[in-house]
Nanobody, 124 residues
Framework: QVQLVESGGGLVQAGGSLRLSCAAS????????LGWFRQAPGKEREFVAA????????YYVDSVKGRFTISRDNAKNTVYLQMNSLKPEDTAVYYC?????????????????WGQGTQVTVSS
């Protein structure tokens, strides 16, 4: 089993930055692809970013390209989401997830483990 715990959320003004972290325990993540998803109030959970197990491939939803960066540190068993130039529409609960195939996916059904989420609120 893998336990994922997100941190780093909070309240920030539009144009500001936050860095989310997701630490894993129970098993090394080095062979897992990792992803970030988000769910805004009244909306379905959506894909944000993913990174392959090697870190060599990354994927982003169009709305965050050029503003968000996903990265991983396998030695620390942690995945990060650096979020810059934040907008009010980025307000959501952000979840990290891990999938065992390893190459990354935009499809949340392909993820095997999920964290509890961290709230990000961007004020205008």
């Amino acid at each position: 089993q893998v336990q994922l715990v997100e941190s780093g959320g909070g309240l920030v003004q539009a144009g500001g930055s936050l860095r989310l972290s997701c630490a894993a325990s129970g098993r090394t993540l080095s062979r897992y692809a990792l992803g970030w998803f988000r769910q805004a109030p009244g909306k379905e959970r959506e894909f944000v970013a993913a990174i392959s197990w090697t870190g060599g491939s990354t994927y982003y939803v169009d709305s965050v390209k050029g503003r968000f960066t996903i990265s991983r540190d396998n030695a620390k068993n942690t995945v990060y989401l650096q979020m810059n130039s934040l907008k009010p529409e980025d307000t959501a609960v952000y979840y990290c997830a891990a999938e065992t195939r390893g190459w990354g996916s935009r499809n949340q059904r392909e993820y095997d483990y999920w964290g509890q989420g961290t709230q990000v609120t961007v004020s205008s």
